[in-house]
């Protein structure tokens, strides 16, 4: 999933903040804000249709992604001072989907998502069926990725594909994505992105899911 970008032809001015794998200890704050960047997504505005409980509810749910993600990937932060303003949730080749294991590992934190979203869970277990089936095996995957609203088109979600692509690209290793969001996906193609396959509706009246990717680069 993903927020942030400039508009075309604007000089890129890389922000103050730093980058780098995130701490443990700031994974409540890094679900916040994912779940803010993240409420306005056609995709989540489907499945989490109540508006005033969205933020809460996706926050929970990136809670348990983080947690995973932590020990099974690799999460990228971008930080000004001690708040942080982005997020990249990525697992190696091999990692995702997630095994009965890991999910019986994640079984305390199901049981808070599903009081928190009620009636909405059988969408999100959907939503999670229908992106997972599509991941290749050789791919890293982008599992979640965001920047903070109010400090979005400024140049760190830039600042964060950069520091995840770089060293694929040093490896020759492909990636893959998905967005529900339409305008997103010029964003990627400009990154090297290209889709996928077709692209799957979440329903029959949408919204749709793009699936992306980005081939190995050679080395060198």
């Known amino acids: 999933m993903d927020a942030g970008g400039r508009p075309p032809g604007t000089p890129r001015v890389d922000p103050p903040d730093t980058v780098g794998w995130l701490d443990p200890h700031d994974r409540v704050q890094a679900a916040a804000v994912l779940a803010a960047a993240l409420a306005d997504d056609p995709g989540y505005a489907h499945l989490f249709p109540v508006a005033a409980r969205r933020e809460r509810e996706l926050s929970e749910v990136y809670r348990m992604t983080l947690a995973d993600g932590l020990r099974h990937g690799r999460v990228l932060a971008t930080k000004l001072g001690d708040e942080?303003?982005?997020?990249?949730?990525?697992?190696?080749?091999?990692?995702?989907?997630?095994?009965?294991?890991?999910?019986?590992?994640?079984?305390g934190r199901l049981a808070r998502i599903a009081a928190c979203t009620r009636e909405h869970s059988r969408g999100i277990i959907r939503f999670g069926e229908l992106t997972s089936r599509g991941v290749p095996a050789d791919s890293w995957y982008v599992e979640a990725f965001g920047v903070r609203p109010d400090l979005q088109r400024a140049g760190r979600g830039s600042v964060l594909l950069r520091q995840f692509l770089a060293p694929l690209d040093r490896l020759g290793?492909?990636?893959?994505?998905?967005?529900?969001n339409e305008t997103n996906v010029g964003y990627y193609q400009r990154r090297g992105y290209t889709e996928a396959h077709d692209v799957v509706p979440l329903t029959p009246s949408g919204p749709l899911i793009y699936p992306m990717s980005r081939p190995a680069r050679p080395a060198g």
Do not use: H
Request: proline content about 12%; aromatic content about 12%; cysteine-free.
């Open 84 to 107: 942080i303003t982005g997020v990249l949730a990525m697992y190696p080749p091999g990692t995702y989907p997630m095994t009965l294991r890991r999910w019986l590992r994640q079984t």
């Open 173 to 180: 290793a492909p990636s893959y994505l998905e967005t529900t």
